[in-house]
């Protein structure tokens, strides 16, 4: 078994909120992926779910007080196995303890003999996410590298909303995902990859499109494709968590949940998202168009549906609206825009001369070419390709998860932000 083929070790720090609940899930999550996890819960944490529980989804007892297992020092043994260390939920608590360096429990011991990623995420009230104690303290732990995930707005315990709501599980999951591919490229098995959550974008507003577009031809039908907004979720995703303040336009996608800390405007024809994304481009720095947008449209609706008759009926198309070219010709301050390109090749060209080409005409400042075909880019979980400049420099694209193109795009347009 080569280093990259082993399975990961993870800590799945669970410290007392109501969200411990949503650990048990993650943990699910993790141990499909592949990895070995152990669970380090506090005490509170176990009076929200059972240890039984997470001896059961993990495979391992779990670790609370530093006084158990004495002879194999047990905080030293987790935290220098670690990998990656994921905290859910990280309450105001554990990160205040956390901020301090305190080792009073078996997981902030575990925590300070660690050198692998931190991956803290948060949950509480909102007031408690907003009390400048706890600004501080995410500042503090920033800083350090330990990376503190933006919280969801929504239902929180009780009647109350706001900021401070767990991110879904599948996002931690991917979250988690990311920066083991990261711990693997620093540590030499893997090609040298940038640290992928860096808060590089604080301050910046993106618009991310995503999805499909569907347009309708009759009370029933639809002229759409097969894109299922992964790519532009993780894009949207993954801006958020560096500290943009994002929206994302989606189309006809595959059931995903939606990102957190993100603004999401569901459309469904081309010119719906054609206006949601100049709107919103109005005041953003940066344009990203990750959806496949329908070039065309029926010529009409048809109010009833249409019959089958003897023959199949032909269905006249008209040019649906070119957003990205909009966005390039537009007279409004210059923001950065981003193009992407699904392209085969054939005898004429090779995918990354298609691109080129797309890149040109099209004229934005940066164009993800991902090969399509074979079962790639579309409904897949990876994604592979090339990054091209307008400046004419290009840089490939491994493959890899979509979070982690998502995070070599986010570099990419982050360099050049003014
Ligand atoms: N795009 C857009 N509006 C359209 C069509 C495409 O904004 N009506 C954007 C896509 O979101 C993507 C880029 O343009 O970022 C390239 O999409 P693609 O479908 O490859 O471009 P087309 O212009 O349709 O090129 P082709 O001639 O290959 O169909």
Known sequence: MTPA??????????????????????????????NHVQVVATRAALQF????????????????????????????????????????????????????????????STLLTARCPVLAVPAMHTEMWEHPATVDNVATLRRRGTVVLEPASGRLTGADSGAGRLPEPPEIAEFARLLLEWGLAD????????????????????????????EPLDPVRTLGNRSSGRQGYALARVAAQRGAEVTLVAGTTADLDPPAAVHLRRVQTTREMRDAVIDAAKA?????????????????????????????????????????????????????????????GDEQGSVLEYGRAKLERKGCDLLVVNAVGA???????DNEGWLLAADGSSSPLPMGSKAALAARVWDAVAERLP
Do not use: Q, W
């Open 284 to 344: 953003a720095d940066v344009v990203v168009m990750a959806a496949a947008v329908s070039d065309f449209r029926p010529a009409s609706l048809s109010v009833g549906k249409i019959k089958k008759g003897d023959e199949p009926p032909a269905i006249p198309l008209e040019f649906n609206p070119d957003i990205l070219r909009e966005l390039v010709t537009e007279d409004v301050p210059r923001r950065l825009v981003v193009g992407f390109a699904a392209e085969t």
């Open 375 to 381: 079962g790639r880019a579309f409904e897949t979980e």
């Open 49 to 108: 779910i059972g240890a039984a529980t997470f001896e059961a989804l993990s495979g391992n007892p779990v670790h609370t007080g530093v006084f158990e297992d004495v002879p194999d020092v047990a905080h030293v043994a987790l935290g220098r196995r670690a990998d990656l260390v994921v905290l859910v939920p990280a309450t105001a608590d554990l990160l205040a303890r956390m901020a301090h360096g305190r080792a009073d429990d078996m997981l902030t």
């Open 5 to 34: 083929d082993r399975p990961r070790e993870i800590v799945l720090g669970v410290s007392g909120g109501i969200a411990a609940y949503k650990a048990c899930e993650v943990l699910r999550r993790l141990r499909e992926a592949g």
């Open 187 to 214: 540590s030499g098995d893997a090609g040298g990859m940038p640290f992928p959550l860096p808060r590089d974008l604080e301050g910046r507003r993106v618009v991310v499109s995503a999805g499909g577009t569907a």
